[in-house]
């Protein structure tokens, strides 16, 4: 019998076309959740899919605002010491 994986999803689909500080808010609840109901206490490989749109709803394509290069992909600007992963 074969382990499985213990992801969670956490669907945000439902709240529509919402301002980032809505969905900032959204975000911050569910993970007090987590922690104060599930007792969850660390994760790992967290990934964060986001359609950006106009208010009302039509997509836009997400472009630096200095140079206007389109951007997929952006890895977290959270500072995490790599020697916090290691037990030294």
């Given at each position: ?29 569910d993970i007090q959740m987590l922690r104060d ?52």
């Amino acid at each position: 019998m074969g382990k499985t994986d213990p992801v969670l999803e956490i669907d945000y689909k439902n709240l529509g076309t919402i301002k980032l500080d809505e969905l900032q808010q959204a975000i911050w609840e569910d993970i007090q959740m987590l922690r104060d109901e599930f007792g969850v206490g660390y994760v790992t490989d967290v990934k964060l899919m986001v359609r950006a749109t106009n208010e009302y709803g039509d997509p836009l394509v997400v472009k630096r605002l200095s140079t206007g290069a389109t951007v997929r992909h952006l890895d977290t600007h959270h500072y995490h010491p790599a020697c916090l992963d290691y037990k030294l």
